[in-house]
């Protein structure tokens, strides 16, 4: 194998009527520094500009490829850049998001430090909406996987204290390939989640590099804003790994009290949700004057059945 494929990174792109959003990506993945990389941009059946925006940028750079698809979602779109992807990396990338020109290169030489299929990781930013200039960080935008077990620690730590978005890492493509994982296209969402803990079951070595190298763009009708839905797609995570005779003893406890966790954080808020619609601008009167314990009893009441009849 030459020194080309080596360090050839493989960029793949979803995209789904996000073309405003495409040439910021893009433009990211162009103004790499480590030149050597392949940018696949798979049209999940955008009815807006991501064609024609990708296509345009196609005819300018040999390295950036188009496919196009019927609408099949986000899981979909990125196994068909998996089926094609040549390098000896994996970089993904969101349409909405970016990474920084020197993420590629400090990564990749991390992973290549590596005497076995490795993954790194990065810090980010955020921004809202059309932000591009503002970017912001917290404590939260600085993840930190503290042991050698990462499968047990996302089990336990994903949501809750741990957020690491998909183009932080960088992966070494054998995580992928030879053990033939691909993202699950049943589920609705936390796609990433179910993922990574296949991805890290082996526990391969794992390089952060204590930077901000990716952006998150945090969307205001975004899917992680529809309660009930995420929950679904949380707890059928849950219920597949813990179902999984490969998966370890105690990553199985861990997503047990995950899910559990997870069923009390996301009724509270479908209960707020629904609370706040029916007082509308009595609901801080609500909240003010009736008993704490009598709003527990509501809330968890009115929550349960918020999840079970929106998931039906």
Not at 30 to 49: L, N
Not at 164 to 171: D, E, K
Not at 226 to 243: F, Q, S
Not at 272 to 293: H, K, Q, T
């Amino acid at each position: 194998m030459d020194d080309r494929h080596e360090s050839l990174v493989s960029v793949i792109i979803p995209c789904f009527n996000q073309g405003r959003f495409l040439p910021f990506a893009l433009d990211s993945v162009s103004r790499q520094s480590h030149a050597r990389w392949e940018c696949i941009i798979v049209d999940d059946g955008s009815t807006d500009e991501t064609a024609r925006i990708a296509a345009e940028h196609a005819s300018a750079d040999p390295r950036i490829r188009v496919v196009s698809q019927s609408n099949r979602g986000l899981s979909a779109a990125r196994n068909a850049g998996l089926a094609l992807a040549k390098g000896r990396f994996l970089q993904f990338l969101d349409a909405d998001d970016w990474i920084a020109p020197d993420k590629l290169p400090r990564q990749v030489a991390a992973l290549r430090e590596c005497t076995r299929p490795a993954a790194a990781y990065c810090f980010f930013h955020y921004a809202y909406d059309d932000e591009v200039t503002t970017l912001h960080s917290s404590a939260r935008s600085r993840p930190r996987l503290a042991t050698d077990d990462p499968a047990h620690e996302i089990a336990l730590r994903w949501e809750s204290d741990l957020i690491v978005p998909s183009h932080c890492f960088l992966f070494d493509s054998r995580l992928f390939h030879s053990h033939a994982i691909r993202f699950d296209e049943s589920l609705p969402n936390h796609e990433d989640w179910d993922c990574w803990l296949r991805v890290f079951a082996p526990r391969p070595p794992l390089a952060l590099i204590e930077a901000e190298l990716a952006c998150y763009r945090l969307r205001t009708q975004s899917m992680s804003s529809r309660t009930a839905l995420m929950w679904k797609g949380a707890k059928r995570v849950c219920d597949k790994h813990i179902a999984l005779a490969s998966t370890a003893r105690n990553v199985r406890a861990a997503l047990c009290e995950k899910r559990r966790q997870m069923y009390d954080a996301y009724r509270a808020l479908r209960s707020e949700e629904i609370l706040s619609r029916a007082f509308g601008r009595g609901f801080e009167g609500y909240r003010s004057n009736v008993p704490w314990a009598a709003q527990r009893i509501v809330s968890r009441a009115v929550g349960s059945l918020g999840l079970l009849v929106s998931n039906r």
